[in-house]
Each structure stands twice: as C-alpha cells, then as structure tokens.
C-alpha cells in the first residue's frame, strides 16, 4: 500500500471539460508536489507546495491550477486542456528538510482529446 | 540555476554484466542524493539514497559519491532483464529534489 494515492488513475476528458486530480498523503510530509511526465520524455515538475503555500510554480499554463487545502491533500484542477497536455500526472511528497527522498504515488494518466 | 545531468543512454549490457550509471551535479551545497528507477508507465521508486562521500552497497546495487567532483554513480552488479527500466537521479538541496532526465538502460538475456 502506497503512502501516497492518487485519483483517478485513469481519466480522458475533452479539450472543453474541467476536471481534477488528486493526490492524498499519509506520510505527515509537509511538502507535496506535481509532476507531469509525456510519453518517453523526462519527469517535469510543475508545483511545489510547502505547509500548504506554493513555494514553486515551473511555468505552468494556466489551464491547470493547484489547490493544497492542506498537508495531506493537493489537487489539480484542470480545464480548457490541449491534446498535449496528455502525459502521467504524478503527485509526490516529501518530509522537508535538505535529506529526506521523494515519495510517489502511482500517477493519473490523463488523454485529451 | 540548480542542474542535473545523466547522459540518456540507452545502456545495453548482458545479462550477469555490470551497469555503471553516471550523474552530475552543479550545486556544490547539495547535500542530500538519491537513485530512483522507474519501469515505462509507472512512478519512480526509489533504490538507493547515500549522504556522505564514498560507497554505499544494498544488495546488487552500490552508490558512489563523491562530493569534491560533484558526481554520483550507479553500480548494479549481476545486471538482469528485470532491471531494464530508466534510472533518475535526484539531488536534494533545501527541500526540493532536482531530477536528472534519466538513464535507459536495457539488459540483454
């Protein structure tokens, strides 16, 4: 069982459609981030949220907007999505500080069509 | 600006063979380093984090580090088909880690 779970797994949605993701720790890390990753391309990250307020955001379209309610909980919302905007969303978190690792969740794998 | 760099491969070895996978870094105040594999499709998990100069052995895998040449390695010993996947590194300074883009590598039977 994975410490961080992400939902839904799986979502195809059209390029008019707004839905979200989301992305919930059982860790007690005070950090959570997303990632977007394209077919063979490298992992690219997107926000970063420390104590629930972003400390990075890697200039993401806004199209996509985060929302952290708290620690434990970071959502995508997503809307107005381009056919290349479809990749595996993955959320992480981290404990903080300068040695704890990355913790991933499995990723949503999202189509635009 | 914080850089991670892995040369993107593929490294093709056969089966029983050793893989050597390389990392550099640019911030000399990192502090913190890690070896995330990831099979197609699927999250990164991590295999092996190391903190200090010189080695670290897990099993088949060792890390190396070493902190005046700001380079990391990879070694995995015994090389199998299973471990065909890409290799990441990731640096840690502060609280966010820096991804490199990754290393194929590809294990012949």
């Known amino acids: 069982e994975t410490g961080v779970t992400q939902t839904p797994r799986h979502l195809v949605m059209g390029m008019t459609n707004k839905k979200s993701l989301k992305c919930e720790q059982h860790l007690g890390h005070n950090a959570m981030y997303w990632y977007k990753q394209s077919a063979k391309k490298p992992l690219e990250l997107m926000f970063v949220y420390n104590f629930k307020e972003q400390t990075e955001n890697n200039s993401v379209p806004s199209r996509f907007s985060p929302e952290c309610p708290n620690s434990s909980h970071l959502f995508l919302h997503l809307h107005t999505l381009q056919p290349e905007d479809s990749a595996l969303y993955l959320c992480a978190s981290h404990p903080g500080g300068a040695t704890g690792e990355l913790f991933f969740g499995e990723g949503s794998r999202l189509t635009v069509l | 600006q914080k850089e991670v760099e892995q040369n993107s491969g593929p490294l093709s070895v056969p089966e029983g063979a050793i893989a050597s996978l390389n990392c550099t870094y640019s911030d000399r105040g990192s502090q913190s380093f890690f070896w995330y594999r990831q099979y197609s499709g699927k999250s990164p998990e991590l295999i092996m984090s190391?903190?200090?100069?010189g080695d670290k052995e897990d099993g088949r895998f060792t890390a190396q580090l070493n902190k005046a040449s700001q380079y990391v390695s990879l070694l995995i010993r015994d090389s199998q088909p299973s471990d065909s996947a890409t290799y990441l590194c990731a640096v840690n300074l502060g609280s966010t880690l820096t991804f490199g883009k990754g290393t194929m590598l590809l294990v012949s039977p």
């Open positions: 190391i903190y200090s100069n």
